[in-house]
């Protein structure tokens, strides 16, 4: 009995250390608007929470029906495809599993079952969702490019200093401060994030909080749910949650996605 314990508790690690490096060498995660055991696009906000809980684990993350990054558009296999499946069996409960495909349809991991005996429907399956994922979280993942992509850039980098050292031997130092230069220009070019101006005072209620401007005026309503640090925004189709450090406000009307920082103060 004691073999066989020791025998699971092995297989287990060897699986986790397989999904988490295969899971690493994939740069994107892309999720559908709307899950087969659902009617409707986002349905409880559930389409929404599972792009939320990836980002919060440093997965970029997109919906399958919004403009893709370039290097994905030309290379889908770049990212990984998730979908949420509903697990029969349980009275009064939902069950809810992830199910994290690569481009060609092939399983890379399975999480394990979430569940949740909630009375209320979308709480309750938020709170399965949010069960489910914590598996994955468990994973750590960080991006690292397979060891193909890496060997070409440190043969890159090996060339350029060569490159730099025999140019330097020949008095050419000139190069350097060029390269310094346009580095400086380069950083002085990027665009810098647009921040909101408006701070908003939070005040809390019992269903969760009124988000006051300066002259305290309820600008906004934000009800909790199931996951700590995501708030549903009372009359939209919209969600307010914690991206880092940044309180971020994402609205999803099935046309268009809208995405911008808020300035909150609890």
Request: aromatic share 8%; proline share 2%.
């Amino acid at each position: 009995m004691k073999r066989i314990l020791i025998l699971s508790i092995l297989i287990t690690f060897v699986l986790e250390s397989k999904a988490q490096t295969d899971i690493n060498n994939y740069k994107y995660v892309v999720i559908p608007l709307q899950y087969e055991f659902l009617k409707g696009k986002d349905t409880y906000r559930l389409n929404t929470l599972t792009r939320v809980l990836f980002k919060r684990e440093g997965f970029d993350a997109y919906f399958n029906e919004e403009q893709l990054p370039e290097d994905l558009f030309n290379d889908r296999c770049l990212a990984l495809y998730a979908d949420v499946k509903e697990v029969k069996g349980g009275f009064r409960k939902t069950k809810l599993e992830i199910v994290i495909k690569d481009c060609n349809g092939e399983l890379v991991l399975k999480s394990e079952v979430g569940q949740s005996g909630e009375n209320v429907h979308e709480k309750r399956h938020q709170e399965a969702l949010t069960e489910a994922f914590k598996s994955i979280k468990k994973l750590n993942y960080s991006y690292k490019p397979k060891e193909k992509e890496e060997n070409i850039v440190e043969n890159e980098t090996v060339e350029t200093v060569e490159e730099l050292d025999e140019l330097e031997k020949v008095g050419e130092v000139e190069i350097e401060k060029t390269v310094e230069a346009k580095e400086e220009t380069v950083k002085e070019e990027e665009p810098k994030p647009v921040k909101n101006k408006n701070a908003l005072n939070a005040k809390s209620i019992p269903q969760g909080f009124h988000l006051l401007n300066a002259d305290s005026k309820i600008i906004m309503t934000l009800y909790k749910t199931a996951a700590d640090d995501v708030f549903i925004v009372k009359g939209k189709d919209a969600i307010v949650f914690k991206s880092g450090i940044k309180w971020m406000y994402s609205q999803n009307d099935g046309a268009s996605t809208v995405l911008k920082e808020l300035d909150i103060k609890f």
